[in-house]
């Protein structure tokens, strides 16, 4: 069996910096969603919910989409600025 590589229950360590960059371009779950499905990235509202709230792992199309919709960096999102 593959140890876990996060020490904690969350699934993600970016969700709560999606939160936040999410809030700041004034756009809601929903319209997140709407946006990366215009890059063909389907994640629903509900998805987007248990990222932010770290109750969902997050692929690396999905980081990428995220970070190109909110217009932040990957390093934004993993917290190294």
Do not use: H
Request: with cysteine.
């Amino acid at each position: 069996m593959m140890k876990r590589i996060l020490d904690s229950e969350k699934l993600n360590v970016i969700g709560p910096r999606v939160r936040e960059a999410r809030i700041q371009a004034g756009l809601s779950q929903k319209q997140l969603s709407e946006k990366l499905e215009l890059l063909a990235v389907y994640t629903c509202r509900g998805s987007i919910s248990r990222i932010e709230n770290g109750q969902r792992a997050i692929t690396d199309i999905e980081i990428d989409a995220i970070s190109k919709v909110l217009n932040v960096s990957l390093d934004y999102l993993f917290g190294r600025e």
